[in-house]
């Protein structure tokens, strides 16, 4: 009998499983010592009352994984936007395999990853901080909330 190597889609749900597992551990997580040690709150455009293009991430995950996908966006857009295109990627790879499977060709790896997405996830990540950082600095709109105290006067 011979042995059956695992295909790309097995990989592929392998991936998932192990990313969902280590996001809900890094949310359960989130607020002990443990992971304070590997995510430092020592950030040197965050102490200088600014915003970098990550800010808001972690807490765009936890309104994420709590259903409030408005606030999410409000903390950092570029969460749900990976998140759209992780599931647009895998539906494309899912439907290709099952294609592959009644007789058509096998698909790579990544095979519906576009540079132009790149650039889009690029364009917004850049787009959102300067926006959320105009916002603060001119208008005193905070859309975080860490950061008003300093800039409202």
């Given amino acids: 009998m011979k042995k059956r190597k695992p295909s790309g889609l097995f990989w592929l749900v392998l991936f998932h ?6 996001t809900l551990l890094f949310l359960l997580l989130l607020d002990t010592p443990f992971i304070g040690l ?20 972690s807490r765009a995950v936890r309104a ?3 259903g409030h996908i408005l606030e ?19 539906l494309r790879t899912v439907i290709d395999y099952i294609k592959a499977k009644k007789g058509g060709k096998v698909p790579p790896a990544l095979p519906h ?26 208008f005193g709109i905070d859309l975080i909330g860490d950061h008003a105290a300093f800039w409202v006067r």
């Fill in 113 to 138: 990853l576009k540079w132009w997405m790149l650039w889009v996830v690029l364009a917004v990540l850049l787009g959102y901080c300067l926006i959320q950082n105009l916002l603060l600095i001119f």
């Fill in 72 to 90: 999410s966006l409000r903390y950092n857009p570029n969460v749900l936007l990976w998140l759209i295109m992780l599931f647009y990627i895998d």
């Fill in 17 to 22: 499983v192990a990313l969902l597992l280590f």
């Fill in 64 to 66: 994420l994984a709590g």
């Fill in 38 to 57: 590997l995510v430092s709150d020592e950030c040197e455009i965050w102490n200088n009352h600014f915003y970098c293009p990550g800010c808001g991430g």
